[in-house]
């Protein structure tokens, strides 16, 4: 857990580091290509590339985030719930919650966004309701850390603010988000 994680860095002095990824997706994303992969199966994969968390971020659904959470109980490996929500114009942004909450909690989120259950898992499922400002905000008022996906590629801030015309500097001066995903080099 996080208070773990804080209490070894305490306990020792100094810079400490640990093997997280906060974008894993799962069958429960329409564009997860094998549909036969199971929540053990992720878990014993994070362990084995050295991870100590993840956070299942499927497109615009939580649905497998408890089946995950179940499946590392009793190992070295931390779920966070998550979840890949798309934006206009198309911009994705990450939702991390706290480990200690649920799959409920992201169809709370996705609901009041205006996802409904029949775009879960759809990552062209786009929140229409409200802009990119708005959502990042919305996901700090659940307590749960929002991140611009993937900003240097595909449905990223950068692409997808440039080709529609629109600035990026309004959301970066916004400071809302609390990190950026960068996936080129």
């Known amino acids: ?43 014993q994969q994070a362990i084995a590339a050295g991870m100590d968390a993840i956070a299942i971020t499927d497109h615009n659904t939580g649905s497998w985030v408890d089946r995950v959470k179940n499946a590392a109980a009793g190992t070295t490996l931390t779920v966070f719930p998550g979840v890949e929500i798309t934006v206009q114009p198309g911009v994705h942004v990450l939702a991390i919650f706290q480990e200690t909450k649920y799959g409920e909690h992201i169809t709370d989120l996705l609901a009041e966004l205006g996802i409904n259950a029949d775009n879960r898992g759809k990552s062209e499922a786009v929140v229409t309701r409200y802009g990119i400002q708005e959502v990042v905000s919305r996901i700090k008022q659940r307590g749960a850390l929002p991140i ?38």
């Not at 906060?22 to 549909?35: A, D, I, Q």
């Not at 801030?157 to 995903?181: I, K, M, P």
């Open 1 to 43: 857990s996080l208070n773990q994680l804080k209490g070894s860095a305490m306990a020792t002095k100094g810079l400490w580091f640990r093997n997280v990824d906060l974008h894993v997706h799962t069958p429960g994303s329409e564009c997860f290509l094998n549909k036969e992969v199971t929540p053990e199966q992720i878990v």
């Open 148 to 185: 611009l996906a993937h900003i240097d590629t595909v449905k990223g801030a950068w692409t997808e603010l440039r080709n529609s015309g629109q600035t990026f500097s309004q959301l970066w001066d916004s400071r809302e988000f609390v990190a950026v995903e960068i996936v080129g080099d």
